[in-house]
């Protein structure tokens, strides 16, 4: 079965610090890969996305994430955490459907940076 | 560019009664998406549409849930009856729509938290 693996619950890094936050996945063929954050009482937020070439992806505010085929692995990092990085981080995979592609979500990691 | 809107951001119910949810898509995005997110877990997809055509509804209870985009613009997702397990937030999202395989992200509403007593 195709699917998504966030292996840690929560990070907790100190402020300044690099962060990383971990993704594997599980799926037949090459894969779609993205990021989204979500805030207290918002909706999912794109962060970055893989699709091919360069396996170093950068997106929104500063954050970078790197494929890894021979590890099907896909780890969201930033050099230098802020506290307003704290949220709900999840990876997602865009899989093939019948007749289209749908999105498959990991559990979820709650990241926080302490002050 | 307006995004995604959903009402009511907020819900509570009891259980065995019927609730509706609203969407507004982006514009122009054929490819409109429900998703459930319970509590400490990552949305899970219930129904996909393309245009007013449903694409997916593997995952939906269709005994219980059932969803509409009658003119292929904005949606409707309802319960009825609502249990306990119904509990959750309802996501919206919407893309541009898959085309030849190109990838288009999705873009999320803020989402209904539903809570059945």
């Known amino acids: 079965a195709q699917s998504v693996a966030q292996p840690e619950d929560q990070v907790n890094v100190a402020e300044g610090n690099p962060l990383t936050v971990k993704c594997t996945y599980s799926v037949s063929g090459n894969p779609y890969l993205f990021w989204y954050v979500q805030y207290p009482n918002r909706g999912l937020q794109f962060l970055l996305k893989?699709?091919?070439?360069?396996?170093l992806v950068k997106g929104s505010y500063g954050f970078e994430a790197e494929f890894n085929k021979s590890q099907t692995s896909f780890h969201l990092k930033k050099p230098s955490a802020l506290v307003s990085d704290s949220a709900l981080y999840f990876c997602?995979?865009?899989?093939?459907?019948?007749?289209?592609?749908?999105?498959?979500f990991g559990t979820g990691t709650r990241l926080k940076v302490l002050a | 560019e307006a995004g995604v809107a959903q009402s009511p951001r907020y819900k509570i119910i009891e259980k065995r009664q019927s609730v509706a949810f609203w969407c507004n898509p982006i514009?122009?995005?054929?490819?409109l998406y429900w998703y459930q997110q319970i509590l400490g877990q990552g949305p899970k997809l219930l129904i996909q549409f393309q245009n007013n055509g449903v694409v997916d509804d593997s995952q939906l209870p269709k005994d219980r849930f059932s969803a509409e985009r009658l003119k292929g613009v904005d949606s409707t997702l309802k319960i009825q009856p609502a249990k306990l397990e119904d509990s959750a937030v309802y996501l919206c999202?919407?893309?541009?729509?898959?085309?030849?395989?190109?990838?288009?992200?999705?873009?999320f509403g803020p989402g209904t938290r539903l809570t059945v007593l």
């Open positions: 893989y699709i091919t070439g360069d396996n």
């Open positions: 997602a995979v865009r899989v093939r459907g019948s007749g289209t592609y749908k999105y498959i």
């Open positions: 514009s122009g995005h054929a490819t």
């Open positions: 999202a919407s893309s541009f729509g898959s085309d030849r395989g190109r990838y288009n992200e999705q873009f």
